[in-house]
């Protein structure tokens, strides 16, 4: 082979090489990428809601039972046969309204025969006083006996004596035949009728009730409170009436109702590190029944900012408490918080979050820390409206 075509035969073969080279080379890259980007798992759709900044007050929750302002046992007075009752169950009657009927015969009777007794102690009184006034005229002019004299004004007296004993007697009858007519002592909701017509009763502390009554409006709350929340919210404030209370049902979410506390026990139990407070609230409507179960809400101190977020949008990792950040370049960064009580649906965050921060609220379990996402922006969820807070 001449040397010229033998030079052209190896750069030709040179060339090949080159390019067979360059498209293997190629070839891997392009390989490399395509597993690395297959590795690479694509950004989680994740709902992120900015932190609720507001400005709450602190409440505290407790248990309790609910408690009649009045209650009253009807015992009978007198004694007797019951002759009618005039109340239905579970009614609600108003002050004086009657209730029972004592047979009234016997001390209408006693009644009758305390005015004739009456009546002739008046006669004898008057006549002993006049008797007296003309003993005094002869007196003086010692027409009479000085033993006679104190005979007849003994007999004034005791004829005045005698007078004032009836009149007792008649007031007292008329109080035992005031008694058979047994009305209600308050106004309130009326027990069943525990003796019906028919039924003799006795007269007595130890007499068999006849049924129970306790008032309905206002009505009572008591519960137990914890020695901080005695000395931080009740142990001033109480005292004038300016603590806030609301009041919540087994059967019902949120607190329903808002009232006042009534009273603080004047010592701490020793054993349990609670103090008795009595709350008062209004019950026109007759809801609430005494012996219920309340959920009770003490609030105090005064109103200071605080970040809220869901629940939904918390995570636990052992003992702790974590949310998922969501920063400016959409990446999702751990973050650990404290939680406080509960407000308007919400929860206190007492710390780990500032007002601004974005935090994942659905899809937590799809996102780790450092993690890519894309965030559909909502608003934060809460729960029932005008709902008072509570842990």
């Known amino acids: 082979m001449k040397p010229k075509a033998k030079h052209f035969v190896i750069t030709a073969v040179a060339t090949l090489a080159v390019a067979v080279a360059g498209t293997i080379t190629a ?12 590795q690479m798992p694509p950004a989680a759709e994740v709902d992120v809601a900015p932190v609720v900044a507001k400005t709450i007050t602190d409440w505290q929750s407790y248990s309790g039972r609910l408690e009649a302002i009045g209650k009253v046992e009807i015992r009978p007075l007198v004694s007797g046969t019951i002759v ?19 047979d009234p015969r016997p001390y209408q009777a006693e009644v009758d025969r305390a005015a004739a007794q009456l009546a002739a102690a008046q006669a004898q009184q008057n006549y002993a006083s006049t008797d007296f006034a003309r003993a005094q005229r002869l007196i003086g002019d010692n027409a009479i006996a000085k033993r006679d004299f104190d005979q007849k004004d003994n007999a004034s007296r005791e004829a005045e004596a005698n007078l004032k004993a009836a009149k007792a007697a008649l007031e007292q009858a008329q109080l035992n035949l005031g008694y058979t007519k047994v009305v209600a002592p308050v106004a309130g909701r009326v027990s069943r009728a525990e003796l019906t017509v028919g039924n003799i009763v006795s007269a007595g502390a130890s007499s068999a009730v006849m049924t129970t009554l306790v008032s309905v409006s206002p009505i009572y709350a008591s519960f137990n409170v914890d020695e901080q929340t005695y000395l931080q919210y009740l142990s001033h404030d109480a005292k004038d009436g300016a603590v806030p209370v609301h009041l919540g049902l087994a059967n019902e979410d949120g607190y329903s109702r808002t009232g006042v506390v009534d009273s603080v026990d004047n010592q701490l139990d020793t054993t349990s590190g609670t103090i008795r407070v009595r709350a008062r609230f209004d019950n026109k409507d007759g809801a609430l029944v005494p012996g219920l179960f309340a959920r009770i809400q003490v609030g105090g101190g005064a109103p200071h900012p605080a970040v809220l977020i869901d629940d939904r949008a918390i995570g636990t990792d052992q003992d702790k408490k974590f949310v998922m950040v969501v920063d400016e370049q959409d990446k999702a960064q751990y973050r650990e918080v404290q939680l406080g009580p509960l407000h308007d649906g919400l929860r206190v965050v007492a710390s780990g979050l500032k007002p601004g921060d974005r935090i994942v609220v659905n899809g937590l379990q799809r996102v780790r820390p450092g993690d890519a996402v894309r965030p559909n922006m909502v608003q934060m969820a809460s729960g029932p409206q005008n709902v008072a807070s509570g842990s």
């Open 84 to 102: 009618a009752v005039y109340f239905k169950d579970g009614s609600l009657v108003k002050k004086g309204d009657p209730l029972f009927t004592i």
């Open 27 to 38: 070839f891997h890259v392009d390989r490399a990428s395509t597993a690395h980007a297959a």
